[in-house]
Every structure is written in structure tokens, then in C-alpha cells.
């Protein structure tokens, strides 16, 4: 038996996963119309390279990455692109982003070469291959870590400077509601762990943990039959059910008893994780050649039917909603778990969260108040992208409305909870008062934004949102200053070219002056001569050209073109005697003239 | 006595050469306040304070003939900030003062004629184009200091605001209701 560690703080929740356990994944059914956005990813958003209009294929690369992190975009299924332009998305701003409209044709048509779902690629063993080609084949297949931060897994395979010990399967699911990767465990565990032993081959890492917490007896089950059948070393470990748990780091924490310090990645104490699903993307991305193209999602909450989806990336909210049957007095979606997850902006406009308060959690205190009276609203076009792993439907009987905030009475509560170990009311304080340089002294980075303070905080303080908008601001000033420190460069560096080029002018018109008088040393001397001396250089070189302008032609002629040379000679010297004659006689002609 | 007289005389000879040994050996080239405003300053050289630029303007201030209120790019923040660091008191803007959102310079390629008078006045080389060729602002290098506007003979230069992107978008300061004392 494995001895497990803790980590500081954390809370327990409740859990709220059986509703959606009950059935298995179900396949959602094609959607009429599917919105992909272009940012699907952290990091830079990939390059539409389709044109509106163009017919697309199941697999089809529609996106291409751009820059170095950043991650592919592709068709979900056969159909025509009929838009690619801004479209609302999820994302805490409410702004929209750009995205690309597709129309199924209903034939699921894949691309050519690559293999249909059921069949593995021949000839190909990833065993035998580059893993840095591998990683650019993850690349183009679109992998992103799909727990919910989304960064390209082809960057967190890449070598580092230190080996990697421990790779860990992040399994731990720890928030409420959440049962995506509960029910991908119990259903593919066969498929995950042989992902699980590519992403172990590409890091050349030692051992393999797969971290699943206590409350999926189930998916420990599979996930231990399946490493079992496939004859691999792995460690299937079942770790103590509290939230944030399957936060990398106090996984990480839990299973090695190793700490990532602060501002280091956990690849710097020998340790990489990744979660299942991430595993099971990257198989299927491998083995079958299939970029990433569906996803599980949970819809739960104030719903008739809770259950997990397999849905098509850019599948609408509405359809996933339609298919849970979201009760009437449904007043909200959020998107992901009610401890971090994004309110959803409704498309009637009334309970729109403004941008400043669409923050995270519904346990928690909330910014801003929503429109509780409104009943059965449209539910909203927001497609489901890599990030989406739940739909919670709520309604003011699921999530009760957080009462007023008091204020902070400094009870400790928070800093308790904090499973990062800070001191959130102090955290509060700085961030509230704007002095972000003590935030970041007090280790403001180190937030993991998990909510646990604001869960326990019994003022109902809304704690995370204050670290989130101290973190975008510093994150905001750090750019500002970066861009002025440039500005000042590239100013100072014009400055310079400006003096450099009067100088090099300076410098140029002396050179001339100096070339001028060494030329001609003696002209100073006796003016006279040096007149005399330019005469005669002047002559020299009239001759000179004279000599160049000689006619060329003269040589090789026949007898009959020097007789009519000889001819024209004649003639031009009698003209010149007549002329002489004339010269003779100036008066005649004078006279003639002036009358 | 004489001794003491001695100990005492030679103590400040030694010191004396110390102090002057280490006035050459650590010699400070510039004023290091100036740079420390300058840092502070937001470098879009646009001469809105009255002085050529962000570092003639840290020079003022840092000689005290400049005020901390004269640079509206840096915004209330800038003058905080230069409050702290100088251990003044802040002062607002002056009434004439008007606080813009932050712009870049686009040219209207239609309209160009190709003079080279703006990128004559960028003060940090953000435009391209040479003579009778079209212009074109560099929109990343362009810090938004409106000097390529008045040289325009074709007024085709225009301040276009930074609009909110998902790429820019920061999180907005909490508001929320505070229960009410009963």
C-alpha cells in the first residue's frame, strides 16, 4: 500500500456526482448547425485556412496552430462552412471570438486516410517512431489537456532540463457535479491507459500513478482490470475524496508528497501530469490517427435526465440541454463545476452576467446577482468546446443566492481552507486596496482559484474574484510596462540614428574637404601655376576624348566606299574654299544684310 | 596630547582618501532618479507635458522645474506612482486635461500620398513607407502619441481606440452589495 500525503486545507463539498452515473456516455445526436471556435486552446488561437463556403470533411484540419503554443482546429463532421466570423463563447468576459459555422451534411463523411472510429492505423507503432514527431502529430491532432486548463500537450511532452520521474493520470474529478471523467474511466479504461503508456513513452518517464478519488470505486475497478490486462506497471491509486484534490498540484502533493515550489512547473521536481481524458484524446489521436473531435460532458443540475454525453465540439448548449431536459424553473447554465465554473450568458438579455461579475462558482458569494423571476429562458447558442466537461442547469432551489457580503472580520477561516497554503484575507486586502505589489509578495500567483475560501468565508466575501482581477491586472501592467520598455528602446534607439547620421554627414563633409586640399598641395603655393597646370589637364583630357571619339568604321572598306569617301572629302574642301571666298568678300554680304 | 592630536589628524587623512578614492572608483554617470521616473513614465513620447519626449520630462522633474501632473498617458496612476517615488503629495490633472482611451494611429492607405511627414514625427519608428510609396502604421510599435496626426497634409491619419478583445480582456474590480446594518 501506498502512503499518500496531504496537502493544507481543503473542503468537502458535496458531491453530487451519482445523478449523472446512473446511465452510461450516450452518443448526443448530430446537431443542425455546429460553431468551432478558433480558440480552442490556451495560448495563441489557430488560423482559419477554410473558406466560407467550402465543404469539409469529419477530421478536416480547419484551424492551423500558430505560433508555439498554440493547437489545431478541425471539422467535427461533413458539412459546409457557412460563416467563420465572431460568435459568442464561453468565456468570463462575454465577448465573442472568432468561429467557424458548420452546417452537417448528416454523412459523417471522414477524411481520407484516416481510420474510421473502430479500426487502428496500420503499420504504425509509436514505439519505433520519433517522439518529437509524435508530438507535432498531437499538434495537428488537436490534443489539449482537457481536465479544463486546456494548454497543448505537445508542450508538456517536449524534454526538459530535468528527467521525468513520475508521470501522473489525473483522475481525481474532484468537483461536484462533474462525472465526465468518471464515466470515460469506467468505459475506456483500456484506451486510457494505453494513452496513458504513450505519453509515458514520449517523457521516458520511471512510473505511472493514476490518482481517482475514493468516491469512484467503480472507475478504481476498471482502471485497475484494464492496467492489469495490458500488463503495465502502473500504480492505480485511490486518493481521499476532498476538494481541490485533482488540482495538479496538491495531486501531485497527495500521491509523491513532493511540492512544486512557487513559480516552478511541476516538471521541476521530476513530475508531469496529465488528465484521463487527456490520456484517452492522445490514444485516439495516435492509434487511430482521429484528431480530437468529441468530447464527454456532463449535463446535470436542474435536469429530468442527468447523464454524460459524448458531444461534437461546437455542438450549441441548447442541444445539450434539450437532451437533459432541463426542468422550467431552470434560470442559469453554468459551464464546468459549481465551485469554478463560467455562468453562461443567456441570449434574451436580461440576466446577461456583465463582464464584471461572470465569475466563477455558484456555491459561491456571488459579484453579480442574476435575474431570479425570469422563468423558462431560450437556452443559449454558446458552443461546447475542449474546455466544456459539464452543464449544470440551476435554478435558485439548486443554488440558493449567496446572501450580502459583511465585512472581513479576519476569522482565518479562509486561510485554513487554502489548499495552496496562503493567506487569502490578507490576499483580499491587497487586492481590494489595489496594492498588488504586496499581493504578489503574499504570493498571489500561487492561487490556484478553487474557490475553498469564499466556500468557507462566512462574510460570503466573493474572495475569488478579487485574485482574479489582481492577477489580470498585474498580468495587464506587466504587458503595459513590457510595451514601454520597448517604446523606449526603439526612441532612444531613432536618437541614436539620428545623431550616428549627422555625425557620419560631419564626418563625410570633412573626409571631402581634406581629399580637396591634399589634391592639389601646391596650388597654395603659386596660383598661377595651378591654373596653368588645370589648363593643361584639361587639354589632356579633351584629347583623350577625342581619341575615344575616333570613328570606328574606317577599317576593312572596299575600294568603292573609299572612293566615295574620297568624293565627299572633295567636296567638303571645295565647300571650304567657297566659304574662304566668301570670308573674302565680308562687305558685299554685311551690306546686303543690313538693308 | 600630541598623540591624540596625531591618532585624530591621521583617522581623517585615511577616511578623507577613502571617500575620495571611492568618489572616483564608484562615480555615478547621470542622475539615477532620472531613471527611475523614466521607468516610470509610459514612453509614448508625445510630448504632451511640454517637453521632447519622456526622458527630457523625467530630466525636469527629477531638477524640480517640472510638475508630477503633466503626462496624461501615465494616467492618475502614473502620478501616484511618481507621488510615492519623489515622497510628494499627488496632484490631480489640470482642468485642461483630457484623459483619452488608449489609441493606435491607422493611416487611410487610400488617402496617402506618400510624403514621409508622419514617419518624420513617430518618435518610435512605428511607421513604414518611403517617399511617394504608401505608409502603413505598425500597429504593435505604435504607442498612440498622436505626433504622425498634425504633420498629415491629407489628414489620413487617424486615432483608432484599443477595443476590448478576448486576447486583452482583463477581469473587472468586484462590485457586489454589502449587507445593510440593521
Not at chain 1, 486516410?113 to 496500420?122: F, I, W
Not at chain 1, 479562509?414 to 505589489?437: H, I, N, R, T, Y
Request: overall charge negative.
Amino acid at each position: 500500500m501506498r502512503t499518500l500525503y496531504q496537502f493544507h486545507g481543503g473542503i468537502h463539498p458535496p458531491g453530487n456526482k451519482e445523478q449523472s452515473t446512473q446511465s452510461g456516455i450516450a452518443r448526443a445526436p448530430l446537431p443542425s448547425r455546429l460553431v468551432i471556435p478558433f480558440r480552442q486552446h490556451a495560448g495563441e488561437a489557430a488560423k482559419p485556412i477554410v473558406r466560407v463556403g467550402d465543404r469539409v470533411l469529419k477530421g478536416q484540419l480547419i484551424g492551423m496552430p500558430v505560433g508555439f503554443i498554440s493547437s489545431a482546429v478541425h471539422a467535427s463532421t461533413s458539412g459546409t462552412i457557412t460563416a467563420i466570423g465572431a460568435q459568442p463563447i464561453a468565456h468570463p468576459s462575454g465577448l465573442p471570438d472568432l468561429c467557424a459555422t458548420l452546417i452537417p451534411d448528416g454523412r459523417e463523411e471522414w477524411i481520407p486516410h484516416a481510420a474510421p472510429s473502430t479500426s487502428l492505423r496500420t503499420g504504425f507503432d509509436y514505439r519505433n517512431s520519433d517522439p518529437a514527431e509524435l508530438r507535432r502529430q498531437l499538434r495537428m491532432s488537436g490534443v489539449v489537456g482537457l481536465g479544463g486548463a486546456v494548454f497543448p500537450s505537445d508542450i508538456k511532452l517536449r524534454p526538459g532540463n530535468r528527467k521525468i520521474d513520475t508521470l501522473i493520470l489525473n483522475g481525481a474529478e474532484c468537483e461536484p457535479y462533474i462525472t465526465c471523467d468518471d464515466m470515460l474511466m469506467r468505459e475506456r479504461a483500456a484506451e486510457i491507459v494505453q494513452g496513458a503508456e504513450m505519453l509515458r513513452f514520449m517523457l521516458e518517464a520511471g512510473e505511472v500513478l493514476i490518482g481517482i478519488e475514493d468516491n469512484k470505486p467503480q472507475a478504481i475497478a476498471a482502471m485497475r482490470q484494464a492496467v492489469a490486462d495490458n500488463g503495465f506497471s502502473f500504480e492505480v491509486v485511490a486518493v481521499p475524496t476532498i476538494y481541490p484534490g485533482g488540482s495538479a498540484k496538491q495531486l501531485i502533493r497527495v500521491l509523491t508528497g513532493l511540492e512544486v515550489p512557487s513559480g516552478k512547473l511541476p516538471t521541476d521536481i521530476g513530475v508531469q501530469c496529465f488528465n484521463v481524458a487527456t490520456a484517452y484524446s492522445a490514444y485516439r489521436a495516435l492509434a487511430h490517427g482521429e484528431p480530437v473531435l468529441s468530447r464527454i460532458v456532463t449535463i446535470t443540475g436542474n435536469v429530468r435526465r442527468a447523464q454524460n454525453f459524448e458531444v461534437l465540439l461546437g455542438t450549441p448548449v441548447r442541444d445539450l440541454v434539450a437532451l437533459g431536459e432541463a426542468l422550467p424553473d431552470t434560470d442559469r447554465y453554468l459551464m464546468g463545476g459549481p465551485m469554478m465554473g463560467l455562468p453562461l450568458p443567456l441570449q434574451h438579455g436580461g440576466a446577461e452576467p456583465s463582464g464584471a461579475g461572470g465569475a466563477a462558482g455558484q456555491l459561491l458569494p456571488q459579484a453579480a446577482g442574476f435575474a431570479s423571476n425570469v422563468s423558462q429562458l431560450p437556452p443559449t447558442d454558446i458552443p461546447l468546446v475542449k474546455a466544456s466537461n459539464c452543464i449544470i442547469a440551476a435554478s435558485g432551489r439548486l443554488f440558493p443566492p449567496a446572501p450580502p457580503a459583511l465585512p472581513c472580520i479576519r476569522c482565518m477561516r479562509c486561510a485554513e481552507a487554502c489548499p495552496a497554503d496562503l493567506q487569502p484575507m490578507d490576499l483580499f486586502w491587497f487586492s481590494q486596496s489595489k496594492e498588488f505589489d504586496k499581493a504578489q509578495q503574499f504570493s498571489l500567483f500561487d492561487c490556484i482559484e478553487c474557490g475553498a475560501c469564499s466556500y468557507v468565508c462566512p462574510s460570503h466575501i466573493p474572495l475569488v474574484q478579487y485574485f482574479q482581477f489582481a492577477k489580470s491586472e498585474i498580468r495587464a501592467r506587466e504587458h503595459d510596462q513590457q510595451a514601454a520598455d520597448h517604446a523606449r528602446e526603439r526612441h532612444e534607439f531613432r536618437e541614436y540614428r539620428f545623431e550616428r547620421e549627422k555625425q557620419e554627414k560631419a564626418e563625410k563633409l570633412a573626409a571631402r574637404e581634406q581629399a580637396a586640399k591634399q589634391a592639389q598641395p601646391a596650388a597654395s603655393a603659386n596660383p598661377a601655376d595651378a591654373m596653368q597646370q588645370k589648363i593643361q589637364a584639361a587639354i589632356a583630357r579633351a584629347r583623350e576624348q577625342a581619341a575615344a571619339s575616333q570613328p570606328k568604321n574606317t577599317d576593312h572598306l572596299t575600294a568603292q566606299q573609299q572612293a566615295e569617301i574620297a568624293e565627299i572629302e572633295a567636296r567638303r574642301a571645295h565647300i571650304h574654299e567657297l566659304a574662304k571666298s566668301a570670308d573674302e568678300a565680308p562687305d558685299n554680304h554685311s551690306e546686303g544684310r543690313s538693308q | 596630547m600630541l598623540s591624540a592630536l596625531l591618532v585624530m589628524a591621521g583617522i581623517a587623512i585615511v577616511l578623507g582618501a577613502v571617500l575620495g578614492f571611492s568618489a572616483i572608483k564608484f562615480r555615478v554617470e547621470g542622475n539615477p532618479l532620472v531613471d527611475k521616473i523614466d521607468a516610470i513614465l509610459p514612453q509614448t513620447q508625445c510630448g504632451q507635458c511640454g517637453y521632447p519626449g519622456c526622458r527630457p520630462y523625467a530630466e525636469a522633474i527629477a531638477s524640480g522645474e517640472a510638475d508630477i501632473n503633466r503626462c496624461p498617458p501615465g494616467g492618475e496612476e502614473g502620478i501616484h506612482k511618481l507621488a510615492d517615488l519623489l515622497g510628494v503629495e499627488f496632484k490631480p490633472f489640470g482642468g485642461g486635461t483630457v484623459l483619452k482611451p488608449k489609441s493606435v494611429a491607422f493611416i487611410d492607405e487610400n488617402l496617402c500620398i506618400g510624403c514621409t511627414l508622419c514617419f518624420q514625427a513617430c518618435p518610435v519608428d512605428a511607421i513604414a513607407g518611403a517617399a511617394k510609396q504608401m505608409h502603413t502604421i505598425i500597429a504593435s510599435e505604435c504607442t498612440g502619441c498622436e505626433l504622425c496626426v498634425a504633420p498629415c497634409p491629407v489628414d489620413c491619419i487617424s486615432m483608432v481606440p484599443i477595443t476590448e478583445k478576448i486576447a486583452n480582456w482583463k477581469w473587472k474590480y468586484p462590485v457586489y452589495t454589502l449587507a445593510q446594518a440593521k
